[in-house]
């Protein structure tokens, strides 16, 4: 008997020659949920012409189910299609799906701008039928932040705006901030109307317009607080509205190669009640590869409040802090802005700006995946407050350590060393830790 060394090719196909049509698609599986709601999912799927086609938009409509926040999971059961009806190149797509619990717990952790805190959700998925769900969220910090929040929310994938991505909510929330560093917190109850949607063109957006109602109460935490911090205590009561847009073409949203990001946050305060401001928040990066891996990269951050006509006194919790890991390295958090009797109150305008130059780590090769979870840099940040002169600028320089958090945030670890400084200002000479998810 005579052996061959070769082993035999399997034989490949093109699956575009091969003749396909779907005939029907089932979705199985469905307790709580209206048929209408899911129907969207094979649109596409009858308009395939070839068998690769339909193997494509099988997997896309179960990405789409997914998304739909019905569905534990989702498979595809593809067969011939048998019947009267059938047509030669017919087939028959089935999509097997698990729907959520009608209660879903989860616990966890949760990255905030230099702080993290404890999660806790129970939601009520697909309440009505149509992805109507209810959930009851709460956090805690023994940093700064606090929330508790009950919250409706629906989206309107299934209609003919799927790529717009529409979606509403309504919440009722606590939320306690504290600020430590000017010895009083802030705590706010109220409630939340939200309309989120993408926009594609010209540009691919994401918009939020939400209308907040809240009371918003100061307290002191120490018994030595400035009169300026005192005399803002007490209760108040504020109507606003809220503009959120995001442009990011980021290939990585937390360690980019390139790509730009722009994210501005406006409001206005004073449709009722007693408190009154106008407000932006802008920030922006933009990232550049270089060679070998190392990536150029420049952050900016402006923050602007002003008075309106119908008050000269604005919130202190609503003032920007200039200085921190995450706003202007090698300072303190507030380290960089205006102080009242040796406690800083935060500033009415603020901006800082960051260059970094990104690199893997020396040995990333050797090391593999976990080494794409870390990257050094070197960076020069500069910023001021109150004044878009150059006078007084504060600059900082370093080297630092960042670790990639889920895909979404980041730790740092850098050693800074101030540049220029001004009296009054505080300063971290030599390491220090930061933790979020935007950083300049």
Known sequence: MVSSSRTKEPAKFDLKKVPARVDRVNVSGLLRTHNDYVMKAAENLFKATNFQDVMLESMQAKSYLHELGIFKDVSIHIDVSRGENASPDGYEVTFKGKELSRIVGSVGTEVGQNEGSLRTELTIPNLFGRGESISLQGSYSSKRANDVQLKFWKSYFHTRFVENRPEISFSIFRHLDRFNVSKFQNTNYGCIA???????????????????????????????????????????????????????????????????????????????????????????????????????????????????????????????????????????????????????????????????????????????????????????????????????????????????????????????????????????????????????
Not at 210 to 217: D, G, L, P, V
Not at 270 to 275: E, F, Q
Not at 291 to 319: D, M, W
Not at 433 to 439: D, K, L, M
């Open 194 to 440: 939200e309309f989120a949607v993408n926009t594609l063109r010209p540009f691919e957006l994401t918009h939020s317009l939400q209308y907040e109602a809240s009371i918003r109460e100061l307290s002191l935490l120490q018994k030595t607080v400035p009169m300026a911090i005192r005399e803002h205590c007490g209760p108040k009561l504020a109507s606003l509205l809220r503009y959120s847009v995001i442009f990011d073409q980021r290939d990585n949203p937390v360690f980019p190669t390139q790509g730009l990001m722009v994210k501005s946050i406006n409001e206005y305060c004073g449709l009722g009640g007693n408190v009154a401001y106008v407000s932006n928040n802008t920030h922006a990066e933009v990232s550049v590869p270089l060679f070998s891996g190392i990536v150029a990269q420049v952050c900016g951050r402006l923050g602007v409040i002003k008075e309106t006509k119908k008050t000269t006194v604005l919130p202190l919790s609503n003032l920007f802090y200039c200085g921190g890991p995450l706003t202007l390295r090698g300072f303190e958090f507030g380290g960089a802005g205006p102080v009242v009797d040796g406690t800083p109150i935060g500033a009415q305008t603020y901006w800082s700006a960051g260059l970094h130059l990104w690199a893997p780590l020396p040995f990333n090769k050797v090391f593999k995946g976990l080494a794409d979870n870390f990257r050094t840099h070197l960076f020069y940040n500069v910023g001021n407050f109150n004044t878009f002169s150059t006078e007084n600028l504060r600059t900082a320089a370093g080297i630092g350590l960042a670790f990639k958090l889920a895909e979404r945030a980041r730790i740092e670890l850098n050693y800074c060393i101030p540049i220029r400084k001004c009296m009054g200002d505080k300063v971290n000479n030599g390491f220090q830790f930061g933790i979020g998810y935007e950083f300049v």
